[in-house]
Each structure stands twice: as structure tokens, then as C-alpha cells.
């Protein structure tokens, strides 16, 4: 069978396994069901996720020009504190922006290799921890808007780690962490317009991923430079495809890019 669209993330619905899915336009697939089976990925051309015009991908799904000039693409997506709706400020729109930033967000921990702090809008747990891959997540604090939740981040990132090590995740090659106890002793560092929000009655979220075989050594597939590929498919992990030879695929970094998917 032969599937073809633009990529876009993996949507993914909690369960034990995880159940992911792709979202080709046309055909919808249920991924876990093709583990085991070998798969062939061919890329056909570009497709902005905004204009749809066949441009070079620049980031997030999207050509150079509408990622500057989009809402969904500020420098608060990234870097939430930086968000300014809780002034009326606007950055590129600012009804889109009080829609997003002044919704309740969600300070976390999260274990994917190692104890990362991160942040996310509460309707996105656990969505936002099954996207990083992390096999367990803890919420620190719950506060009212995005730019809180950023500078707690930025606090908090002076002593313990924002990043995810994606090689170290996709291996499983996880630093055992209790995170009630990280989240004791980080609280000492939450900012003061901050403290109100803390609490220490959170519980651990376990995750389980579809991973039927873990690679030793990860080798990235990139469709710019390898538009043709053919693996036997044995996890899905984080928004990462894991073939048996090693090659992992991120599919969110290939947003926009409109691909054909065979089962050989």
C-alpha cells in the first residue's frame, strides 16, 4: 500500500503503548500498526504549511517568508518570556497572541535522558512530554500565562538543563531521576511573582513508548540529502520514526515536506 501528503507531526493519543498517528490529507494512518513491516520514505517536493506554495522549507513546516511574517512563528514560541500579551503588547498579532500566552501554562519536569525543565500550555499535557520522549514528567507549577511560565523557566534553567540529548532518548540510555525530589530542591529558585502559583501535590506521569527495538548507535535520516529510504520500522519514540538498522527520522523536522509512504 502507498500513502503520500505533507508531513506534519505525529499526533499521538496516551495509552499503554502510545498510539501515534499520521495525518496525510487523504489517509490517515495508524503508525504503531506498521511496526515490524518495512516501509519505503520518498520525498516529493515542498509544501509551506502556510501558503502551500512549493518553497524551500525554512522552519516549522513553513518558506522563509511566512515563518517571518506569521503569529504562531514569534520569538515567544520559543522563548516564552518574552511573551508581552499580559501587557496589551503586541508582537505580530496580538489577538492571536492573548489567545495563546494568556491561557494556563504549565511549568514541568521531564526525564527523556536526563532531568529537563520545559513549559507548555496545560491543554497540552501530556501531548507536549510525548513529543520530547520523555518516559516520565512532573508539572512544577501552574500559572496563569505564558510570560510567567518563561521567566520561571529562565530561573530555573541556571541549575538544570532545558535541553533534551535526542541520541541519549532514542537509545534509552536514561539518568535515573526522582523528580519530586528535583522539584523540592528547584523551588528554592522559582522567582517571587511566582511562589504564589507553587505546590508540592503533583504526581509523576509514566509513559510508555512503541519501541520494539532500541538502536545502540543513531544515524539521522535527512530527505534533503537522502530522498529515497527504505527500513524496517521497530519504534516511534518523541516525534521520531526507529528503523532496525539504527536510522531514526524526526518527522516534525519535516514539516511542509510532502512525501510518499510505501509498505513494501
Known amino acids: 500500500m502507498q500513502y503520500q501528503g505533507v508531513l506534519k507531526k505525529m499526533r499521538s493519543e496516551n495509552g499503554s503503548p502510545i498510539n ?21 520514505i ?19 513546516g513553513y518558506c522563509y517568508d511566512c515563518f517571518f511574517d506569521m503569529p504562531q512563528t514569534g520569538d515567544w514560541v520559543m522563548h516564552p518570556e518574552l511573551s508581552t500579551a499580559h501587557l496589551d503588547k503586541e508582537d505580530r498579532d496580538l489577538a492571536y497572541e ?11 519536569l521531564a526525564n527523556s535522558s536526563h532531568v529537563k525543565v520545559g513549559v507548555t500550555r496545560k491543554s497540552q499535557v501530556p501531548t507536549r512530554w510525548i513529543d520530547q520522549g520523555a518516559h516520565e514528567a512532573l508539572v512544577f507549577v501552574e500559572v496563569p500565562n505564558r510570560y510567567l511560565a518563561g521567566i520561571t523557566e529562565v530561573a530555573l534553567k541556571n541549575y538544570v538543563s532545558d535541553k533534551t540529548n535526542w541520541r ?97
Open 20 to 40: 501515534y498517528y499520521l495525518d496525510l490529507e487523504a489517509d490517515f494512518l495508524n503508525l504503531n500498526q506498521l511496526l515490524d513491516k518495512t516501509i519505503r
Open 42 to 60: 520518498e520525498f516529493v517536493k515542498y509544501q509551506c504549511l502556510k501558503c502551500s506554495e512549493n518553497k524551500k522549507i525554512y522552519r516549522q
Open 168 to 264: 541519549k532518548m532514542l537509545t534509552n540510555s536514561i539518568t535515573a531521576v526522582d523528580l519530586k525530589i528535583e522539584k523540592e530542591r528547584l523551588s528554592a529558585f522559582i522567582p517571587e511573582e511566582v511562589k504564589q502559583y507553587y505546590g508540592l501535590d503533583t504526581e509523576k506521569v509514566h509513559l510508555d513508548f512503541p519501541v520494539m527495538q532500541y538502536p545502540v548507535k543513531v544515524k539521522s535520516l535527512n530527505l534533503d540529502k537522502t530522498p529515497h529510504f527504505t527500513g524496517k520500522l521497530k519504534g516511534i519514540k518523541g516525534q521520531y520514526l526507529i528503523f532496525e538498522d539504527g536510522t531514526v527520522f524526526n518527522v516534525r523536522s519535516y514539516e511542509g515536506y510532502v512525501t510518499s509512504i510505501k509498505i513494501v
Open 98 to 108: 492573548k489567545e495563546v500566552q494568556l491561557k494556563p501554562h504549565i511549568v514541568y
